[in-house]
């Protein structure tokens, strides 16, 4: 096998997904498989669908074409907002898409009518991460606008959290959600059906749900750091029941020498900004491995016991290997946080290798269907 390579295991993940799905079935929230971090793998998106995921989300769309060429026929969200440069792109592809601008879902509304087709639309709501999202005010014009336009429908409320301010979901935000689902649809005309989805969030949504948070109006939750890392965002704390360890990056030993663990020299910056002063531990067992920044975010990864990373440069990770002189051509592997894992999966060097047994038994016969959550 190449090195370096990111190992990717199918049937934990497959464990992972079945689990999140089954649980959060009991609060009558469905999963969205979210792809990205994977670069929207077919493998993966087989995988999730198998798994139960009611739709595919993915925030690129070279990466939902990706997925259709591969043959996938499960639904899919756009996650991060059409350009309005893409959006034929975007009905050509997608199912449905979270939006935030009138402007936007207007051009969708033009491109949907040109192919023909129904495009479904989520309007993002902004609840203090100060990432997207519609000012809370704002919802109820947009919502009249969508239901104006031809060949695109209104199907639900969105939100996320936690990304850019790390503003954590609780009862206060996600009952302000709801409260909103609950006001659009009491004001709407009889002859619209209350929306079929609200979609309050991501990965670190999972506490607020488990510690017995008021799910209240929410549906579904778009789900990807916590299938494939097992882990939970806000904390970095596994989920139980969950593999952390579905996915493994390895790279090769280089170079391995005895050497002392202080610098000698006028110490100026490195090329990467300002050196961090090492300590003087005295001689060590030094390697290098074959992968550097341009590969893997290096502060992101966990390297086994007893094997410390000491820096990195664009090409070049530098380890203390403890009490063992680590072989020239030998292997070290380590697990990547999400940071190191898009890092690595958008690398061309870094080898992707996807093992299990549960993706020869993924065929999918799924028939299409204009959009997942059922009542339009
Ligand atoms: C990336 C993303 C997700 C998935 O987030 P995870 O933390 O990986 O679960 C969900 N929704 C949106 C809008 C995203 O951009």
Redesign the pocket.
């Known amino acids: 096998m190449s090195a370096p390579r990111i190992e990717i295991d199918l049937d934990k993940i497959f464990h992972n997904a079945k689990t999140l799905v089954s649980r959060l079935k009991t609060h009558s929230i469905s999963v ?1 498989g ?1 792809t ?2 994977c670069c929207g793998a077919p493998q993966l998106a087989r995988v999730l669908a198998r798994a139960g995921v009611v739709s595919l ?1 993915d ?1 690129r769309i070279e990466n939902i074409e990706r997925m259709r060429k591969a043959g996938i026929n499960t639904p899919i969200t756009l ?2 907002a059409p350009m309005i440069s893409q959006v034929d792109r975007v009905i050509a592809v997608a199912d449905i898409s ?1 939006n935030t601008e009138p402007d936007v879902i207007r051009a969708l509304s033009v491109a949907a009518r040109k192919a023909g087709k129904q495009h479904g639309v989520i309007l ?1 709501v902004e609840l203090g991460d100060l ?2 999202g519609l000012m809370p005010c704002d919802v109820g014009t947009a919502v009249q606008i969508v239901r104006q336009l031809p060949n695109v429908t209104f199907i639900g409320l ?1 939100a ?1 959290l ?2 850019r301010n790390g503003i954590s979901p609780d009862n206060d935000n996600m009952g302000k959600l709801s409260d909103l689902a609950t006001q659009i649809d009491g004001k709407a005309d009889t002859s619209f059906r209350p929306m079929s989805v609200v ?1 309050g ?4 949504n999972l506490d607020w749900v488990f510690s017995g948070g008021d799910i209240g109006r929410i549906s579904n ?8 890392l097992g882990c939970d ?1 806000l904390h970095r704390r596994p989920i139980r029941g969950l593999y952390t360890d579905a996915i493994r990056l390895t790279a090769e030993v280089i170079e391995s020498k005895i050497k002392p663990s202080k610098p000698w020299g006028i110490i100026a910056q490195t090329t990467f900004g300002p050196s961090s002063i090492a300590q003087n531990d005295g001689d060590i067992f030094q390697a290098i491995l074959a992968i550097g920044q341009q590969d893997v975010d290096p502060s992101g990864l966990r390297p086994p016991d007893d094997i410390k990373i000491l820096g990195a440069s664009s090409d070049h990770l530098v380890l203390d290997t403890g009490t063992t002189q680590v072989r020239v051509g030998s292997e070290i592997s380590f697990l990547p946080d ?1 940071s190191a894992l898009l890092r690595c999966m958008t690398s061309p060097y870094v080898d992707k290798a996807y093992i299990g047994k549960v993706e020869t038994a993924c065929i999918i016969s799924q028939t299409r269907k204009l959009h997942p959550f059922a009542s339009v």
């Not at 969030?201 to 670190?204: A, E, V």
């Not at 939750?221 to 916590?226: K, P």
């Open positions: 969205t979210v990205k971090a989300g925030s996650i991060r979270l993002m990432r997207e969105g996320n936690a990304c979609s969030g991501n990965s670190s939750l778009r789900l990807g750091e916590a299938l494939l965002p999400y």
